[in-house]
């Protein structure tokens, strides 16, 4: 199979340029050089990123949105990961814990679609990290070890840590553990009847902001505002603050809000995570106001 050998710092290349910029390797062939100035950007915003939790966070989303630029670069529409059982059960109750439980379907479900061109799937969803080893024990496969910045850290490192530590000794004594939270995640599909289609700038999940006034996330906002010492004015009804609160918080998630708090200088993100989906805001700005199509004005073209 062709394989394609690319750098993490390679997601700050321009999106406009990509052709000419984002460098792939084909097969082996040549050398990935170094990029000193995307590299110093990439050590930039990580280093910015005040806690453990968010810059593991923020490593995922910066890989998933480099591996979606490359698959359209590339001409596929499908990109297949080979997280297991254990590693999803791991996520799911860090991200819940890390306020992402409406995205819960797609970050640990066996497909994403949360990128309109390009399907994300993962076929090793329901076997075990100890299956896996045996496979690659009988078949002779040496398996790529990919280390994190909490690898062999303390377990109160980041939540996701914890977590692991948690899930795994809980499943040392319980087997049935990993696989009663992967199944429960199946359910957890909360975006189904969801009619507002903006998405976060950042993780591309559908927003999950639009709140009643007496919301526990607007009022998560208000404690916020307050212990940070920002005045809150009321204009028209709604509450507006003056901080130096980051421009695009508006088109972020829930957690993607809380993780962007911890950046120093969140400008330092990459362009394309910081522009929200011109398209999908202008559609949902006329939904209003468009009729809907009536049975006898569609036209059957017959089987597709």
């Known amino acids: 199979m062709p394989y394609y050998i690319t750098s993490l710092e390679q997601v700050f290349c321009s999106p406009e340029n990509s052709k000419n910029k984002l460098k792939l390797y084909k097969n082996g062939q040549g050398e990935l050089l170094q990029d000193t100035e995307l590299e110093e950007k990439l050590v930039n915003l990580i280093r910015n990123t005040k806690s453990s939790t968010f810059k593991e966070q923020l490593i995922r989303h910066l890989r998933n949105d480099l591996l979606v630029r490359i698959a359209r670069l590339t001409g596929n529409r499908m990109i297949m990961v080979g997280t297991g059982e254990n590693r999803l059960a791991i996520l799911m109750l ?42 690659n024990n009988t078949n002779n496969i040496t398996p790529v070890v990919c280390y994190s910045l909490t690898t062999m850290d303390s377990c109160n490192a980041s939540i996701e840590r914890l977590t692991e530590k948690f899930v795994t000794e809980l499943h040392v004594e319980y087997p049935s553990t990993v696989c009663n939270i992967t199944r429960t995640s199946e359910k957890l599909d909360v975006q189904q009847n969801n009619e507002i289609r903006s998405k976060c ?26 212990s940070n010492g920002i005045q809150e004015q009321q204009v028209n009804g709604e509450s507006s603050c003056n901080s130096n609160d980051v421009d695009i918080s508006d088109h972020l998630c829930f957690g993607c809000r809380a993780m962007v708090r911890e950046m120093n200088e969140p400008d330092l993100l990459p362009i394309q995570m910081t522009q929200p989906n011109i398209s999908l805001l202008q559609e949902d700005y006329i939904r209003d106001f468009l009729l809907e199509p009536s049975n006898e004005n569609i036209l059957n073209t017959g089987d597709s």
Do not use: W
Request: with cysteine; net charge negative.
């Open 94 to 135: 860090a991200d819940i814990a890390q306020g992402r439980g409406a995205h819960i379907s797609l970050n640990v479900g066996f497909s994403d679609d949360r990128n309109d061109d390009i399907l994300t799937v993962r076929p090793l969803k329901n076997l075990t990290s100890k299956e896996v080893a045996m496979y």
């Open 201 to 226: 700038t950042l993780c591309k999940g559908l927003l999950d902001t639009a709140v009643p006034e007496s919301s526990a996330l607007n009022a998560l906002h208000l404690s916020y505002n307050l």
